[in-house]
C-alpha cells in the first residue's frame, strides 16, 4: 500500500524502531536471507540481501500508519503492520525475490 505524497509518517523512537527491525530481522534470517542493521543512521533500518546477489537488496524502515506501526520499504511502501509478521515476511521475500528475478534475467542465455 503506496503512502500519499501529502501523508504525514510519524516515526517510531529509535529503540522501538529497533526492537521491530530486530524482530523482523531474525524471522527473515530463519528463512534464509542475509541481514544488516544500520541503526547508527538517523532513521534505523534494515537491510536485507540475498545471500547469493549481496548487491541487491530492501532496506526497511519502522513508520506510523493506519492502526500502529507499519514495516516500509524502500519505495515508500507499507509492507505490514510491525504485528503481522507472517505477513510481513511475506511481503519482504516477494519483493526481494522480483528484484532477484529481474536482475537475473540479463546474465541468463538459452545456450546458443
Not at 500502529?68 to 507499507?78: A, I, P
Given at each position: 500500500?503506496?503512502?500519499?505524497?501529502?501523508?504525514?509518517?510519524?516515526?517510531?523512537?529509535?529503540?522501538?524502531?529497533?526492537?521491530?527491525?530486530?524482530?523482523?530481522?531474525?524471522?527473515?534470517?530463519?528463512?534464509?536471507?542475509?541481514?544488516?542493521?544500520?541503526?547508527?543512521?538517523?532513521?534505523?533500518?534494515?537491510?536485507?540481501?540475498?545471500?547469493?546477489?549481496?548487491?541487491?537488496?530492501?532496506?526497511?524502515?519502522?513508520?506510523?500508519?493506519?492502526?500502529?506501526?507499519?514495516?516500509r520499504s524502500s519505495t515508500g511502501e507499507l509492507l505490514a503492520?510491525?504485528?503481522?509478521?507472517?505477513?510481513?515476511v511475506a511481503r519482504v521475500t516477494?519483493?526481494?525475490?522480483?528484484?532477484?528475478?529481474?536482475?537475473?534475467?540479463?546474465?541468463?542465455?538459452?545456450?546458443?
Amino acid at each position: 500500500m503506496p503512502i500519499p505524497p501529502d501523508a504525514l509518517v510519524a516515526s517510531p523512537r529509535p529503540f522501538t524502531a529497533r526492537r521491530l527491525l530486530n524482530r523482523l530481522g531474525r524471522a527473515l534470517r530463519r528463512r534464509g536471507w542475509r541481514v544488516e542493521r544500520r541503526y547508527a543512521e538517523t532513521r534505523p533500518l534494515l537491510r536485507v540481501h540475498f545471500p547469493d546477489v549481496a548487491g541487491l537488496g530492501e532496506s526497511i524502515t519502522v513508520v506510523g500508519g493506519d492502526g500502529g506501526w507499519w514495516y516500509r520499504s524502500s519505495t515508500g511502501e507499507l509492507l505490514a503492520p510491525c504485528a503481522d509478521m507472517r505477513l510481513a515476511v511475506a511481503r519482504v521475500t516477494t519483493a526481494l525475490d522480483r528484484w532477484i528475478a529481474a536482475a537475473r534475467l540479463p546474465w541468463e542465455t538459452d545456450g546458443s
